[in-house]
């Protein structure tokens, strides 16, 4: 196939196959704000902050972000928290910038008490956007992979404001012990 032929097909056949996947945007949107509420007097690690905290008792890092948002300056390679101190991690939109994503999701399993809920969600199809890099996207099937480690409670494909060409996966799950 030319490549201008390619081109100009290639949104229709992304939005032929985007649409017999199930979309669980409604279903992530309420788990997650569960999650959230349901998560008083627990700590709480929120990997990168865009607007705001998910709560005030929410400890927030992110390695460039120098916002008074940010609690702590640090690389979710190498978090500076003890061993199993945190009952819910939050990741949402990080891992596509980080260089070695597995390694990070180590350091979340890391910090995690047993039991302790994990929330990561990535871009599947969306623009190139540098921050300072960008350098990941996986499928449904490929974060189930990258987050082997934790039980699965939920997880699954998106559609970003009912859009077939902004996409993202989710994955919810618990640490085992």
Known sequence: MNSLLYRILYPFQYIRVARKIPNKAKLRE?????????SIDKKCLQI???????APHWV???????????DFNYDVHDLKFD???FDIAVCNAVLE?????IKAISELYRV???NGLVW????????????PNDYWRV???????????????????????????????????????
């Open 30 to 38: 309420s788990i997650f704000n569960e999650l959230v509420e349901n």
């Open 48 to 54: 990168g902050v865009r607007e705001k905290k998910h």
């Open 60 to 70: 927030s890092v992110d390695k460039y972000d120098e916002s008074p948002l940010i």
């Open 83 to 85: 061993e199993c101190f």
């Open 97 to 101: 910038h980080v260089e070695y994503p």
């Open 112 to 114: 995690l008490k047993p």
């Open 120 to 131: 990561v969600e990535i871009p599947f199809n969306q623009y190139y956007h540098p921050s």
């Open 139 to 177: 499928t449904p099937e490929g974060i189930k992979i990258w987050m082997k480690d934790f039980k699965e409670i939920e997880s699954g494909f998106f559609k970003c404001d009912n859009s077939s060409f902004f996409t993202g996966v989710f994955f919810y799950g618990t640490k085992t012990t």
